[in-house]
């Protein structure tokens, strides 16, 4: 049932990408504005959960360890932590590196291809595909000329690409930056 919700949020988050929704600039205020109630509450809680439960606490307390503490969504994400994933991103594809892009990506995981969009639903179901499958000219391309200091978040996350298409939108997943899903 999990992965049946994961793949329709997933699915939900790719739609809002292509239609251009999530870029709205009131959202992310409200988002932000919200963010300090949630953990003023929390913060007085985490003595007595910590040592049981450890996913608690550090979701109340991001400005305490960025780069260790799971992020609440795409918009609290650091522009630098960003743009090193995308680097990261960028290097698996350069190198044509399948197991390495495999490694930063969460599934299932969304691989919209023309004739047969799917949704791979473990890494082996991902490395089945192929690495002449993923690795496409296009995909090369775009991924290596996209501009880094140029990407936005929005709800569906962040899309890596020169032109827009052909893709790979990355995001926040169980508080941590990952591949969400590839636009071929």
């Known amino acids: 049932m999990r992965r049946h919700l994961n793949k329709m949020i997933l699915l939900a988050a790719l739609c809002l990408l292509l239609t251009g929704c999530g870029q709205d600039r009131q959202d992310e205020g409200t988002l932000h504005e919200e963010a300090p109630t949630e953990q003023s509450e929390p913060a007085e809680q985490p003595s007595a959960a910590e040592p049981d439960t450890p996913d608690i606490p550090e979701a109340g307390a991001p400005d305490a360890e960025t780069a260790q503490t799971p992020y609440e969504d795409n918009f609290s994400v650091d522009h630098a932590d960003a743009e090193a994933f995308a680097q990261k991103i960028q290097a698996a594809v350069a190198d044509k590196d399948l197991e390495g892009l495999a490694d930063l990506m969460q599934f299932p ?55 827009g298409c052909p893709n790979i939108v990355f995001g926040v997943s169980e508080g941590q930056l990952a591949i969400v899903g590839s636009n071929y």
């Open 109 to 163: 995981n969304y691989v919209g291809f023309p004739e047969d969009a799917q949704f791979v639903d473990t890494r082996e179901d991902f490395l089945a595909l192929g690495a002449d499958r993923i690795f496409t000219e296009a995909l090369l391309t775009e991924i290596s000329t996209a501009d880094l200091s140029a990407l936005e978040p929005s709800q569906a996350g962040f899309s890596l690409s020169a032109s």
